[in-house]
């Protein structure tokens, strides 16, 4: 069975920059299978951020507008999110995903507050 583990949440004021990272164990991971993260704040639902197959295949949400970069290392199974000029809006708990062809992995998800 895959577990995800995040890390790197945190607080940051408006402006700076962070970087989450997590990292998958327990299973056999292909590198056709996306990795990403998602998001959610308080009262609202939960969003796509970034994912990613290959270097050359990733996919943003509309509010990233740049900001982010999403990045993998096959051989040491993780996922990396690149956050700059964060944004109070940015503000939720971040999610590490996998989805390895019919299955749904989810991290427990890290903090991140955005706030002076």
């Known amino acids: 069975q895959v577990q995800l583990v995040e890390s790197g949440g945190g607080l940051v004021q408006p402006g700076g920059s962070m970087t989450l990272t997590c990292t998958a164990s327990g299973g056999t991971i292909y590198s056709i299978n996306p990795m990403g993260w998602y998001r959610q704040a308080p009262g609202k639902q939960r969003e796509l951020v970034a994912s990613?197959?290959?270097?050359?295949?990733?996919n943003y949400g509309d509010f990233v507008q740049g900001r982010f970069t999403i990045s993998r290392d096959y051989a040491k199974k993780t996922v990396s999110l690149q956050m700059n000029n964060l944004k109070p809006e940015d503000t939720a708990v971040y999610y590490c995903?996998?989805?390895?062809?019919?299955?749904?992995?989810w991290g427990k998800g890290t903090l991140v507050t955005v706030s002076s």
């Open positions: 995903n996998l989805l390895r062809f019919s299955e749904n992995f």
């Open positions: 990613i197959t290959t270097s050359a295949n990733t």
